[in-house]
């Protein structure tokens, strides 16, 4: 077992200086809440069936400005060191509309209770759509305009890393595999490199806070971003333990963007949140950009974990 997860490490290393191409995945402000999107690894939730889904609609009032919805459910089946799941990602920006289902599998090796290693893989497709008829284009009879309906499916895959114990998560990821060395106008997205380190810290009995840090790359474009949130409990007596109420926190990216991000607990299974964009940058669009999270918890009864035992993030 160690030599074959040896081997796929090194497997994974020669992704990192492969070339990509075009497009960039689609960027959610509460990716630090769910990093499921571009890491299949983060899947593995000991304790619970886990439904996550948030909205983005980015410059706001203008027409045909990018809009994505995700949704993604998953399960981790303890008899098996397995988790498995399924997410849709549909973005749409002007006449173009990309939709991106995927089947995710993780396994888990490790300490329970300390420690674990999770390494995890996303399958499906990636489909691409252009509707030319809604362009406006101020010369109808150019042939430089495309005013046809063109749609573009290919195999889409992420493979990730992740490793978690009490107070530390660390993560590497590689997203959207077979794009890797092919032309953008193929494939209309490129691959994407992650690494990431977050501090968590749930020990107060009044709140818990973590610090993240993360690094994106995609050919000759790299962004650096880091985060900061608490998340504010309530003590409910000895029987129960603290129950989470809300959280506040804040990212800043080197693209000069700044991210505000509120959470509230409305049961303690039950979750919302809200994100807000701010570009310092004058070559970006002034009006503003908004994201609505949604997560639920509901308790397995395939899971041999306890409700005491969920210090994972």
């Known amino acids: 077992m160690k030599q074959q997860f040896i081997c796929i490490i090194l497997v994974f290393c020669s992704l990192l200086s492969t070339k990509g191409f075009a497009q960039a995945d689609i960027s959610m402000a509460t990716d630090w809440y769910n990093r499921a999107n571009y890491n299949p690894a983060s ?9 996550f889904s948030n909205v983005r609609k980015q410059w706001l ?43 995710t599998y993780a396994y888990r090796i490790g300490n329970e209770q300390d420690w674990w290693i999770s390494m995890g893989v996303s399958a499906g497709v990636f489909s691409r759509s252009t509707d ?40 590497v990821s590689s997203t959207h595999l077979f794009s890797i060395a092919k032309d953008s106008a193929l494939f209309l997205n490129s691959n994407h490199r992650y690494g990431y380190v977050i501090y968590k810290n749930t020990d107060s009995e009044l709140l818990n806070y973590n610090f993240g840090f993360q690094v994106v790359n ?16 309530h003590p409910t007596g000895l029987s129960t333990g603290q129950r989470e109420i809300f959280d506040l926190g804040i990212t800043y990216r080197s693209t000069k963007q700044m991210t505000l991000l509120f959470g509230l607990n409305l049961t303690n299974n039950f979750r919302i949140g809200y994100a807000y964009d701010q570009s ?28 005491d035992n969920y210090w994972y993030y």
């Open 43 to 51: 899947i593995v939730k000991p304790g619970y069936i886990y439904l």
């Open 61 to 103: 009032g203008v027409d045909g400005s990018p809009t994505v919805f995700n949704v993604q459910a998953s399960e981790y089946v303890h008899s098996y060191h397995s988790a498995f799941g399924i997410s849709l990602v549909n973005d749409r920006i002007g006449a173009s509309q990309a939709l991106n289902p995927m089947l």
């Open 132 to 171: 030319g008829t809604l362009l406006e284009a101020v010369n109808d009879t150019d042939p430089a305009i495309y005013n046809k309906l063109e749609n573009t499916i290919q195999p889409d895959a992420n493979l990730g890393f992740e490793f978690q114990s009490s107070h530390f998560v660390l993560g």
């Open 218 to 233: 995609r050919y000759n474009f790299t962004v650096i971003e880091g985060n900061a949130s608490v998340r504010f409990k």
């Open 280 to 307: 310092f940058s004058v070559d970006y669009s002034p009006n503003s950009t908004h994201e609505i999270m949604l997560e639920y918890r509901i308790p397995s009864k395939v899971s041999t974990f306890r409700e």
